[in-house]
């Protein structure tokens, strides 16, 4: 079975725009991959068929899917979020052709199943909100939904330093929060690296008294010694890894336990198979996972995969209930949440197809995902929306 042709979608889904992948066979098999990056979609696409298509995709054997990452990788030399997104959505893309070619879900093929379902927990579910009483009466409709697990960014346009007024409002967040769910979900507070240590260690102790389950990337995500000091001297577990991009970066996060919760991207660290790799770093040091995924469908039913499979999966995230409303119609096979949980069934590969009618009907736009440190910007976008 040789890879015959390839295909790259982009689309629009409101505040991002996603590049999905299609891989064809000499046998008719087709594969779907996902390859969106916020604000650098066309460039990955670029990259995509640029260096990667003839050079090392066209021709070659899906199931050889190690060897193809690892040239990819290899040749490429530089390195970087373009080049290693570009590279997961090729490799998810490929396991799903492997998955149909074995007549089998892809999670059965890396380890197969570790849970009967996969919780989920909420993310850009606080769009618009702007007062401590906004995130309360949006956090119990989330609640209502099934969810018992919500994250959020309390911080405003915070850079390094916070005022005292704007800590205060942070805290007022947080605290309206708790009280409107309860104590039984849980808050995954995502500081998006915005703070310096010293602020970012006032802010987690002025928070823990709201029972955070995690901090997520409270200081500067390529600065992991910052990251485990600020986990040394906090209670709270700390969660970081979106931005990692290499098993090398991964295997220091681990080594250095900088992080409670380790949360690769697959659609961003080299693909399924290096995110296992992750995983299995990770388990002996009672390191839990909680993949990333702000992107599309089609990552998104990556990770179910990886999670499905792997015995220290935790949580995964979730942004498709808070998405654009066709969001699920940019594929067929979808949607497999129910009540806060995730399942996946047995269809071979990734159990999902793009389509093709959906994805032309919402072009790409450019420049829609905002700045978090534009506050102009910002207000700007929330008027228009």
Same mark, same amino acid.
């Given at each position: 079975m040789r890879i015959v042709s390839l295909e790259t979608f982009l689309t629009n889904a409101g505040l991002r725009n996603y590049c999905f992948i299609r891989l064809r066979t000499d046998t008719g098999l087709t594969g779907v991959g996902e390859a969106s990056l916020e604000w650098q979609e066309r460039t990955t696409e670029t990259f995509i068929h640029e260096f990667c298509a003839e050079r090392y995709v066209l021709g070659a054997d899906p199931f050889d899917v190690e060897s193809l990452v690892l040239r990819m990788v290899r040749d490429q030399y530089q390195g970087g979020a373009v080049a290693m997104t570009a590279i997961s959505?090729?490799?998810?893309?490929?396991?799903?052709?492997?998955g149909k070619a074995c007549g089998q879900p892809v999670y059965r093929l890396l380890g197969g199943r570790c849970h009967d379902r996969l919780q989920a927990y909420?993310?850009?579910w606080y769009g618009g909100a702007k007062t401590p009483d906004?995130?309360?009466? #949006?956090?119990?409709?989330?609640?209502?939904?099934?969810? #018992?697990g919500l994250k959020f960014d309390p911080f405003g346009v915070a850079w390094k330093r916070m005022s005292a007024d704007e800590s205060k409002e942070t805290v007022a967040i947080v605290e309206a929060v708790r009280r409107a769910v309860?104590?039984?979900?849980?808050?995954?507070?995502?500081?998006h690296g915005r703070l310096a240590l010293d602020v970012a260690l006032e802010m987690a102790h002025r928070l823990?008294?709201?029972?955070?389950?995690?901090?997520?990337?409270?200081v500067a995500y390529e600065n992991l010694d910052l990251l485990r000091e600020v986990k040394a001297r906090t209670a709270v577990p700390i969660a970081a890894g979106e931005r990692l991009y290499t098993l090398a970066d991964f295997a220091r996060l681990v080594e250095m336990r900088a992080a409670d919760v380790v949360q690769m991207d697959v659609a961003h660290c080299g693909g399924i198979l290096t995110a296992k790799k992750i995983a299995a770093l990770a388990e002996p040091r009672d390191v839990v996972l909680a993949p990333h995924v702000s992107v599309g469908p089609v990552a998104l039913a990556a990770a179910?995969?990886?999670?499905?499979c792997s015995p220290n999966f935790y949580r995964q995230e979730n942004f498709g209930e808070h998405d654009v409303p066709y969001r699920d119609g940019l594929v067929s096979g979808w949607? #497999?949440?129910?009540?806060?949980?995730?399942?996946?069934?047995?269809?071979?590969?990734?159990g999902l197809?793009?389509?093709?009618?959906?994805?032309a009907a919402h072009p790409y736009q450019p420049n829609t995902f905002p700045s978090l440190w534009d506050r102009k910007w910002i207000a700007e976008f929330t008027k228009r929306e």
């Amino acid at each position: 079975m040789r890879i015959v042709s390839l295909e790259t979608f982009l689309t629009n889904a409101g505040l991002r725009n996603y590049c999905f992948i299609r891989l064809r066979t000499d046998t008719g098999l087709t594969g779907v991959g996902e390859a969106s990056l916020e604000w650098q979609e066309r460039t990955t696409e670029t990259f995509i068929h640029e260096f990667c298509a003839e050079r090392y995709v066209l021709g070659a054997d899906p199931f050889d899917v190690e060897s193809l990452v690892l040239r990819m990788v290899r040749d490429q030399y530089q390195g970087g979020a373009v080049a290693m997104t570009a590279i997961s959505g090729l490799e998810i893309a490929c396991w799903d052709l492997i998955g149909k070619a074995c007549g089998q879900p892809v999670y059965r093929l890396l380890g197969g199943r570790c849970h009967d379902r996969l919780q989920a927990y909420a993310n850009g579910w606080y769009g618009g909100a702007k007062t401590p009483d906004d995130y309360a009466e #949006r956090a119990r409709a989330v609640v209502k939904a099934g969810y #018992r697990g919500l994250k959020f960014d309390p911080f405003g346009v915070a850079w390094k330093r916070m005022s005292a007024d704007e800590s205060k409002e942070t805290v007022a967040i947080v605290e309206a929060v708790r009280r409107a769910v309860g104590d039984d979900v849980e808050l995954m507070i995502e500081f998006h690296g915005r703070l310096a240590l010293d602020v970012a260690l006032e802010m987690a102790h002025r928070l823990a008294a709201y029972h955070p389950a995690w901090y997520e990337e409270p200081v500067a995500y390529e600065n992991l010694d910052l990251l485990r000091e600020v986990k040394a001297r906090t209670a709270v577990p700390i969660a970081a890894g979106e931005r990692l991009y290499t098993l090398a970066d991964f295997a220091r996060l681990v080594e250095m336990r900088a992080a409670d919760v380790v949360q690769m991207d697959v659609a961003h660290c080299g693909g399924i198979l290096t995110a296992k790799k992750i995983a299995a770093l990770a388990e002996p040091r009672d390191v839990v996972l909680a993949p990333h995924v702000s992107v599309g469908p089609v990552a998104l039913a990556a990770a179910l995969h990886l999670d499905m499979c792997s015995p220290n999966f935790y949580r995964q995230e979730n942004f498709g209930e808070h998405d654009v409303p066709y969001r699920d119609g940019l594929v067929s096979g979808w949607n #497999r949440f129910r009540d806060g949980f995730f399942t996946l069934d047995e269809t071979p590969g990734l159990g999902l197809e793009l389509n093709d009618a959906v994805i032309a009907a919402h072009p790409y736009q450019p420049n829609t995902f905002p700045s978090l440190w534009d506050r102009k910007w910002i207000a700007e976008f929330t008027k228009r929306e």
